[in-house]
């Protein structure tokens, strides 16, 4: 069992749906990072978080410490929005990585 | 400019061939981090270093070494090149308690 899960694997979305992708872990960690990576292959971090909840944008991230559980939400999506979105625990820098969600919004 | 760079970009090698990849970053960041990423296996940490001094295993270290060359080098090489090396290879860089930042990504072949 991998030690940071996510779900679903694939999703599709029509433009302007509300979108949840969910991680889950079985580490203890000092932080939750999530990260997209875009169809060309750059990965940028959207949030890091350690409690409570985060908002940029139409984007919301929240942790659940106790159940070791992270959601990453997207309101009204866009196309612009597919790409594969990533999730990775850890401490003292040293990142474990779920296998990512591939998001993919149609017009 | 980019704050975080990978050179080179692409590059195809032979079986046996010793190999370098650099990262560069001008974000003034300690830390400094080498990933693979190969397809439906996630990132995996190779190697990270906190400061110039500094140099720690990841999960898969066997096969590669790391130089930190100064606070904003990072360097990885592939003493012994082997086909089961080709990923896609990204350098990210962070402070502490800050999210990390990623390079472009070099995408290795080794044939």
């Known amino acids: 069992k991998n030690e940071v899960e996510q779900s679903p694997q694939n999703l599709t979305a029509q433009e302007g749906e509300f979108i949840t992708i969910n991680c889950s872990y079985s580490v203890g960690i000092s932080a939750l990072h999530w990260l997209q990576q875009h169809p060309g292959g750059g990965i940028v971090s959207l949030f890091m978080?350690?409690?409570g909840k985060k908002k940029h944008g139409r984007l919301i991230a929240t942790i659940n410490i106790q159940e070791k559980h992270s959601s990453l939400h997207i309101t009204a999506s866009h196309p612009r929005d597919s790409a594969v979105y990533i999730c990775a625990g850890g401490s003292q820098g040293n990142l474990i990585f779920g296998k990512g969600t591939k998001l993919s919004v149609k017009p | 400019d980019a704050d975080v760079t990978q050179t080179p970009r692409n590059r195809i090698t032979k079986t046996g061939k010793r190999i370098m990849l650099e990262c560069s970053q001008t974000?003034?960041?300690?830390?400094m981090y080498w990933y693979r990423q190969d397809p439906g296996l996630g990132l995996q940490l190779i190697y990270y270093?906190?400061?110039?001094?500094?140099?720690n295993k990841g999960e898969i270290s066997d096969g590669y070494s790391v130089s930190r060359q100064a606070q904003a080098k990072f360097s990885l090489s592939l003493e012994s090149a082997i086909p089961n090396q080709t990923a896609l290879y990204f350098c990210?860089?962070?402070?502490?308690?800050?999210?990390?930042?990623f390079g472009p990504g070099t995408r290795l072949t080794v044939l």
């Open positions: 990210a860089t962070s402070q502490q308690g800050v999210t990390q930042y």
């Open positions: 974000k003034g960041h300690d830390r």
């Open positions: 270093s906190f400061d110039v001094k500094d140099i």
């Open positions: 978080l350690s409690s």
